[in-house]
């Protein structure tokens, strides 16, 4: 079967750096992917790292180490927008679909 | 922008009635998924649709069953609704060959 695992709950200062972690347990992997969702919003699409390394996109980087069936979400110079729940998800064989992790709340604290 | 709306925001319905949850997406996408979101459970895959009439089992279809007779549109059906099925459900697309998912606002479904 397929599973990831990530902290529930995460809490971080404004203006520091945090990271999240996922591991996951799948076959056929494609790519992993980060969604953030605020509270009662929908989920709107981070990165995607098919390929091990880092992905920067403006205050937020994706890591993959597919040996170690890991990856991570890095936010730098946090705002207190960035108080919301971010899910890992792996593209896995079949190609289409998705598995997304249970998700973290990452809380920001002035 | 891509545009992926759903028919309610907000449902109740009883115990045994049949339940259409709708999906329209305005960008020709040709894959629609559904989920359903549960607090601790994160977001699971119930069916999804790679082309029209096409559809495939996610990982908890018991219960449900889908319909997509035109590209735009992909309904989501519960056959006769139970209290279990009480949750928030979003419809989602993807273009083929890409791997970015965009998300419709989401229906709170509460069957009493």
């Known amino acids: 079967g397929q599973s990831l695992e990530q902290p529930s709950e995460v809490t971080a200062v404004e203006g520091a750096i945090v990271q999240i972690n996922c591991t996951y347990q799948?076959?056929?992997?494609?790519?992993l992917s980060w969604y953030q969702q605020h509270d009662g919003g929908a989920p709107t699409f981070l990165s995607y790292?098919?390929?091990?390394g880092l992905e920067e996109t403006g205050r937020f980087s994706s890591f993959l180490s597919r040996s170690d069936s890991y990856g991570y979400l890095l936010l730098q110079e946090l705002q207190m927008k960035d108080s919301a729940s971010y899910f890992c998800?792996?593209?896995?064989?079949?190609?289409?679909?998705?598995?997304f992790g249970t998700g973290t709340k990452l809380q920001v604290i002035p | 922008d891509v545009k992926v709306t759903q028919s309610s925001r907000y449902l109740v319905k009883r115990t045994g009635e049949k339940v259409f949850l709708e999906c329209v997406q305005d960008m020709d996408h040709e894959n629609m998924f559904w989920y359903r979101q549960d607090p601790g459970l994160g977001l699971r895959l119930i069916y999804f649709?790679?082309?029209?009439?096409?559809?495939e089992k996610g990982d908890i279809p018991e219960g449900y069953s889908v319909s997509r007779e035109k590209k735009e549109r992909f309904s989501l059906i519960l056959e006769s609704a139970s209290t279990n099925q009480t949750s928030m459900y979003l419809c989602?697309?993807?273009?083929?060959?890409?791997?970015?998912?965009?998300f419709g606002p989401g229906t709170r479904l509460t069957v009493t």
């Open positions: 649709s790679y082309d029209v009439k096409m559809k």
């Open positions: 989602a697309t993807r273009t083929g060959g890409l791997y970015e998912q965009y």
């Open positions: 998800a792996v593209r896995r064989g079949g190609y289409q679909k998705v598995t």
């Open positions: 799948t076959s056929g992997f494609y790519g």
């Open positions: 790292n098919a390929l091990d």
